[in-house]
């Protein structure tokens, strides 16, 4: 390494440790400089992009600034969604009137899903215009149009639509069919409101938009989806049919496959199962962890993020994902194709039905996935039961303290509203209509919220149930497994909390603690509890 280089990591371990210290400011002033010194290090751009969710940035901002937003949103290691708050805030500081004239922000709606209510409101009202506007000269510009199109899409078409609107798009419709060469405007105009592969002859279409502004907009909107119905009838099954709970949680996530992703971060710690271990639990004991290549089963791998994070991971693993949705894995598949990934094998399955399976894991993870399982414990000891001896598991659970504005969100407003395009749309009126209540509005500030399958998936899930840390306690000695610790995205900084309170739990994982400390830091695991267990001998 020449010297750039070393002051460079120097200065992006400042950075991290600013940031478990909540320094946010000093922070990101390291990781500028490490970026300035080495820009090709991949891991320093994804710090860079995590540690802008804390900034609010106004217009006019420094240069540089909009230039390491501009270079951070191309890298293939950022995950765009990290930069949507900064970037949103910046082109709404700009005058009335130049909001689409950002380069950043028309990226990012095609990158991503916004998550500002008055940046919904303004796409909304963009693309009604359109649709007025469209035999006529648009007031957008066709770039425009097309990103806002690609925001739509990768929304699911969440934003409200009025009857009007649903008329117009109608007859939209039948005027492409007539018409004999596709017309950009128009294409773009019924992309904001409807997926191009809804077209007839979408294949065709595809075809004669791929030299005009709108080729990327096809691909997303018709090859990719072509794709995954070509994926989805080859995707090998391991279980007899689903049945009861598991039948409906599967019906869900095939018409609304969840998370739905465009790009995930990718430059992470990789290593072996034992060098991750040892880092993140240096005081547990990790005797015997494979340090050669992990044998991994990834249960309920959902659209791929978990299993391709997982697979790049753990170096030289093999990894097997199953889930219960075929639309997920095939969007899974896709995914991994296209990011030349060849160490997964997707089957789908039910966990329930997994006790049967040959194979033996050295490291079994499920995240967000048992929490939706009638018996969450009877799935879990499926799994615990296909893992070597002293194996690893990696579990996120509901936390039902985290998760108490959900359950009031689904309680007060969302059990009045049915589970399809239109309730959905319904019941975020009704959320919004609702500032007065904190609760309410925090539901309506989050991620989720901002898609159709993520509102599905936070409002209306056919199943769900969220655990305490003692009852995690609890099925952890029914199962024979020991904790090691949780995991969390925010940089260290609960973990310096937690630290700083407990100082005599150096191992930081002693549940009955952490139960005392959730108590007194309520959104400490607002996500979901991530933690890692080890059998027991
Ligand atoms: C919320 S998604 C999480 C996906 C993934 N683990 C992630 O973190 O991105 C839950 C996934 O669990 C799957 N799932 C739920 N119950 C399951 C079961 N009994 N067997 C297999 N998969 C299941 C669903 O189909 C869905 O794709």
């Known amino acids: 390494m020449n010297t750039d280089r070393l002051v460079a990591w120097e200065h992006a371990r400042l950075s991290a440790r600013r940031l478990a210290e909540s320094a946010h400011l000093a ?17 320093f751009w994804a710090h860079f992009a995590d540690l802008m969710q804390y900034f609010n940035p106004n217009y006019p901002a420094d240069p540089l600034l909009l230039d390491l937003l501009g270079r951070a949103l191309e890298h293939p290691a950022v995950d765009p969604g990290n930069l949507v708050r900064p970037i949103t805030r910046l082109a709404l500081s700009r005058p009335p009137g130049e909001l689409f004239a950002d380069p950043l922000l028309l990226r990012m709606l095609e990158l991503s899903v916004t998550r500002d209510e008055e940046l919904e409101r303004r796409l909304a009202d963009a693309r009604a215009e359109a649709l007025q506007q469209v035999s006529g000269t648009p007031a957008l510009p066709l770039r425009a149009l097309v990103a806002v199109a690609h925001q739509c899409f990768n929304s699911e078409y969440v934003f ?90 599967r019906e869900q996530y095939e018409s609304n496959p969840y998370p739905r ?3 995930t971060q990718s430059a992470f710690t990789t290593g ?27 249960a309920g791998c959902g659209t791929g993020q978990n299993s391709i994070a997982t ?22 598949q896709r995914k991994t194709l296209e990011l030349g990934i060849n160490n997964i094998d997707y089957r789908q399955a039910d966990i329930l039905g997994l006790e049967s399976l040959p194979q033996r894991f050295d490291f079994i993870e499920s995240s967000g996935v048992l929490h939706h ?61 609702r500032p007065d209540d904190p609760l309410l509005a925090r539901v309506a500030r989050g991620e989720d919220f901002y898609s159709m399958s993520g509102c599905r998936d936070l409002l209306f899930h056919v199943q769900e149930r969220s655990f305490t840390l003692p009852e995690i306690s609890a099925a952890l000695e029914q199962l024979g497994l020991s904790f090691l610790g949780f995991e969390f995205a925010d940089g260290g900084a609960t973990a310096s909390r937690y630290r700083a309170r407990y100082p005599a739990d150096r191992a930081l994982a002693n549940l009955e603690n952490w139960h005392q400390f959730e108590q007194e830091h309520p959104d400490s695991f607002s996500r979901m509890y991530q933690f890692w267990v080890r059998a027991r001998g």
């Open 160 to 249: 409200a639509e009025t009857a009007p609107e649903t008329e117009a798009v109608e007859h939209l419709r039948r005027a492409i069919a007539a018409a004999a060469d596709p017309c950009p405007l128009g294409h773009a105009v019924y992309a904001c409101y409807r997926p191009l592969v809804s077209l007839e002859n979408a294949q065709a279409t595809a075809s004669k938009l791929a030299a005009t502004p709108l080729a990327t907009l096809a691909r997303r909107q018709i090859l990719e989806p072509l794709e995954e119905r070509r994926l989805a009838g080859a995707i090998p099954v391991l279980t007899p049919e689903a049945s009861g709970i598991s039948a409906k949680v």
């Open 27 to 43: 922070a990101l002033e390291s990781i500028v400089t490490a970026l300035r010194l080495a820009p090709d290090e991949a891991p």
């Open 272 to 298: 072996s199962l034992a060098e991750i271990t040892r880092e993140l639990f240096p005081r547990a004991d990790l005797v015997g962890v494979t340090p050669g290549p992990a044998r991994i089963l990834v």
């Open 261 to 263: 992703w465009i790009r």
């Open 311 to 332: 697979a790049r991971r753990f170096l030289a693993s093999r990894v097997l994902a199953v889930d219960l949705s075929l639309a997920s894995l095939a969007y899974a």
């Open 373 to 433: 399982l009638q018996d969450p414990l009877s799935g879990w000891r499926v799994l615990a039961s296909l893992l070597e001896p002293r194996g690893l598991m990696r579990i996120g659970l509901y936390s039902a303290m985290g998760r108490r504005h959900i359950a009031h969100a689904r309680e007060r407003v969302a059990r009045g509203f049915a589970a399809d395009p239109e309730g959905i749309r319904a019941c975020r009126a009704a959320i919004r209509a």
